[in-house]
């Protein structure tokens, strides 16, 4: 069973950056693609980002294509997003999941692990 732990949320003023972590235990990270997703108040969780196993394909939600960047450490099991001119409507809880594929994948029903989940708040 793998456990997924995110860290580096916090509040920062619009055109700020944030770097998230997700500590991964538990499994063998390496066979895992990995996503990035958020949830806003009120709304549905979405798809941010993702990585591939290797962390050499990457994809990113339009809305934040350009701004924020996805990567892998294999051998520290973990998984970053680096978050940068950040926006107000950024503001939502952004949680890490692993799928057991090699390529992300932009569903969320398609991911079988999360993470509990970490607060970004970004004011204006």
């Known amino acids: 069973q793998v456990q997924l732990v995110e860290s580096g949320g916090g509040l920062v003023q619009a055109g700020g950056s944030l770097r998230l972590s997700c500590a ?3 499994g063998t990270f390496s066979r895992y693609a990995m996503g990035w997703f958020r949830q806003a108040p009120g ?8 990585v591939s196993w290797n962390g050499v394909s990457t994809t990113y939600a339009d809305s934040v294509k350009g701004r924020f960047t996805i990567s892998r450490d294999n051998a520290k099991n973990t998984v970053y997003l680096q978050m940068n001119r950040l926006k107000p409507e950024d503001t939502a809880v952004y949680y890490c999941a692993g799928v057991r594929r090699s390529i992300p994948e932009a569903s969320l029903k398609a991911y079988d692990y999360w993470g509990q989940g970490t607060q970004v708040t970004v004011s204006s």
Do not use: M
Request: hydrophobic share 35%; charged share 35%.
């Open 24 to 26: 991964a235990s538990g």
């Open 43 to 50: 709304k549905e969780r979405e798809f941010v980002a993702g």
